[in-house]
């Protein structure tokens, strides 16, 4: 009697485990699917993601000041690998204490002055701006840049990603991308301004003036991915590497995503 109470107690636990397993795995997929956990990995762009890394690491660690489009269709993995760069980054101690980033996107910030609010409170200096009045776009920028100075009166390093690039060539005279290329080339700052859109064009919608300010780096997202490269993707999508869940269980459960995979049996067909 005490040995079957035992076993239908144990059995339950185990189905309880098995629950929680399957729960978080549920949970990850979720948030894979949804883009908002980081991608497994990232495939088909390790040169490119080498170059950005360079590129943003030298304002981070050293200062230096930068500026690059980031140029490819919907959907090529421009905004995720951006994300890992600055994840991958800021595990460095003295990187998070002094790497800030601010956000902007065309399509929420459509005019300067909008825009230069959303930096103001991305970089925490509305109090330090408080009702100062200030000549020009200019001149409100530095000052931003400027109360950043910690004691040394080197300027933190500030990383600008601008989603849809191209929406912000539409503002008026240009004011904000003028300005930012400017610090950037000038060296006032220490600042990495990097432009994301999916326009191949975007170079032709810029000012002379601004154009002149801009570094000309462009880096291309192209995906030119074959067969084995989009399987690749997918079951790194769906294989559990590492989660609070038992290691028998994700053991088994990607065990099954590769027999049961659609894209096992259908490889040579696919091709042909």
Same mark, same amino acid.
């Given at each position: 009697m005490k040995s079957s109470?035992?076993?239908?107690?144990?059995?339950?636990?185990?189905?309880?485990?098995?629950?929680?397993?399957?729960?978080?795995?549920?949970?990850?997929?979720?948030?894979?699917?949804?883009?908002?956990?980081?991608?497994?990995?990232?495939?088909?762009?390790?040169?490119?993601?080498?170059?950005?890394?360079?590129?943003?690491?030298?304002?981070a660690s050293t200062g230096e000041s930068n500026s690059v489009l980031v140029i490819g269709p919907r959907g090529s993995g421009k905004t995720m690998t951006l994300n890992s760069i600055y994840n991958e980054l800021i595990e460095d101690d003295n990187v998070r204490e002094n790497l800030l980033q601010v956000k902007l996107n065309g399509l929420l910030q459509t005019d300067d002055k909008i825009a230069l609010k959303e930096i103001t409170r991305q970089l925490q200096l509305e109090n330090t701006l408080g009702d100062k009045v200030f000549g020009s776009f200019a001149e409100t920028l530095q000052f931003l840049l400027d109360a950043l100075k910690c004691g040394s009166q080197s300027s933190k390093p500030i990383l600008f990603i601008l989603e849809e690039f191209d929406m912000f060539a539409h503002h008026k005279n240009q004011t904000l991308l003028y300005n930012l290329f400017d610090i950037a080339q000038s060296d006032q700052a220490p600042i990495c301004v990097v432009? *994301?859109? @999916?326009?191949?064009?975007?170079?032709?919608?810029?000012?002379?003036? #601004?154009? +002149?300010? &801009?570094?000309?780096?462009?880096?291309?997202?192209?995906?030119?991915?074959?067969?084995?490269?989009?399987?690749?993707?997918?079951?790194?999508?769906?294989?559990?590497?590492?989660?609070? *869940?038992? @290691?028998?269980?994700?053991?088994?459960?990607?065990?099954?995503?590769? #027999?049961? +995979?659609? &894209?096992?049996?259908?490889?040579?067909?696919?091709?042909?």
């Amino acid at each position: 009697m005490k040995s079957s109470k035992r076993k239908s107690k144990s059995s339950k636990e185990t189905d309880a485990g098995e629950a929680t397993s399957i729960q978080n795995i549920q949970d990850e997929l979720r948030l894979r699917f949804s883009q908002n956990a980081p991608s497994p990995s990232l495939h088909g762009y390790e040169k490119e993601r080498g170059q950005l890394f360079d590129l943003i690491k030298r304002t981070a660690s050293t200062g230096e000041s930068n500026s690059v489009l980031v140029i490819g269709p919907r959907g090529s993995g421009k905004t995720m690998t951006l994300n890992s760069i600055y994840n991958e980054l800021i595990e460095d101690d003295n990187v998070r204490e002094n790497l800030l980033q601010v956000k902007l996107n065309g399509l929420l910030q459509t005019d300067d002055k909008i825009a230069l609010k959303e930096i103001t409170r991305q970089l925490q200096l509305e109090n330090t701006l408080g009702d100062k009045v200030f000549g020009s776009f200019a001149e409100t920028l530095q000052f931003l840049l400027d109360a950043l100075k910690c004691g040394s009166q080197s300027s933190k390093p500030i990383l600008f990603i601008l989603e849809e690039f191209d929406m912000f060539a539409h503002h008026k005279n240009q004011t904000l991308l003028y300005n930012l290329f400017d610090i950037a080339q000038s060296d006032q700052a220490p600042i990495c301004v990097v432009g *994301v859109t @999916c326009r191949l064009d975007v170079i032709e919608l810029l000012e002379k003036r #601004v154009k +002149s300010r &801009f570094s000309h780096r462009q880096v291309y997202f192209l995906n030119n991915y074959s067969y084995e490269n989009f399987c690749d993707i997918c079951m790194s999508y769906l294989k559990i590497e590492s989660k609070p *869940v038992r @290691c028998d269980f994700i053991k088994e459960w990607n065990k099954q995503v590769e #027999v049961s +995979s659609p &894209f096992m049996g259908h490889h040579s067909f696919i091709n042909e």
